[in-house]
């Protein structure tokens, strides 16, 4: 069975930090994509970050960084330089060899609040 | 250009009605996607539909029936509405460019409030 686990519910951090949120998973598949979504208060869903199972360097793009642990089964997002921009609900997704990469899996969600 | 979009933004209606959500795409891309978003955010796929072929159907129940007429268009109806079926509806498409790379472009949701 496949899983996504976000275990912080919530973050805060003031602006101009760095901060990382977790997403740790749980999959026997040999080949997975990882991604990250954003979804502020107005609702979209925003991509931000992909990447591959078999991917040697971490992602990278912007201010986001993915730091993928393949041994550990994380890949935690990173957010430098915050902003109060950055304020919304950070969800971590999967794709999966065993259902074709056709459908998205996601966490729980975690949500991110950048203060002044 | 709006890439995926959804009418209406918003439903409000009663319990028992049937009712319907429509997507258009203007990306191009082969597959579609209904996604349902409940009260505490989780995120769970409904159907996925590849050039008007379904090919994912997650256990939902035969009240939600998605109907594709061509690849830009994914439209989701909903039979005997119950105060469950409330939360918001995401359509989504992608092209699978690369093994395991497949983002998926998010319409804005649609929020269905039955009463």
């Known amino acids: 069975a496949q899983k996504i686990t976000q275990t912080q519910p919530g973050m805060f951090v003031q602006e101009k930090e760095a901060v990382t949120l977790d997403c740790t998973y749980d999959t026997s598949d040999p080949s997975y994509g990882l991604f990250w979504y954003k979804q502020p208060s107005s609702g979209e869903m925003i991509f931000l970050i992909y990447q591959g199972s078999y991917d040697q360097q971490n992602a990278t793009e912007g201010r986001y960084s993915l730091n993928f642990q393949k041994a550990r089964k994380s890949a935690n997002l990173v957010i430098s330089a915050s902003q109060l921009g950055d304020s919304a609900m950070y969800f971590c997704?999967?794709?999966?060899?065993?259902?074709?990469?056709?459908?998205?899996?996601f966490g729980t969600g975690t949500r991110l609040l950048v203060s002044p | 250009d709006t890439a995926v979009s959804q009418t209406p933004k918003y439903l409000v209606t009663q319990m028992g009605n049937d009712k319907s959500i429509k997507c258009e795409q203007n990306l191009g891309h082969d597959t579609m996607y209904w996604y349902k978003q409940d009260s505490k955010k989780f995120l769970k796929i409904m159907f996925s539909y590849n050039n008007k072929e379904l090919i994912i159907n997650e256990t939902v129940p035969n009240r939600f029936s998605p109907k594709s007429p061509d690849k830009a268009h994914l439209n989701l109806h909903i039979n005997s509405l119950e105060l469950g079926d409330s939360a918001v509806y995401f359509c989504a498409s992608s092209q699978v460019k690369r093994i395991s790379y497949n983002e998926q472009f998010f319409g804005p949701g649609t929020r269905l409030t039955v009463l």
């Open positions: 997704a999967m794709t999966f060899m065993n259902t074709g990469f056709q459908k998205l899996v």
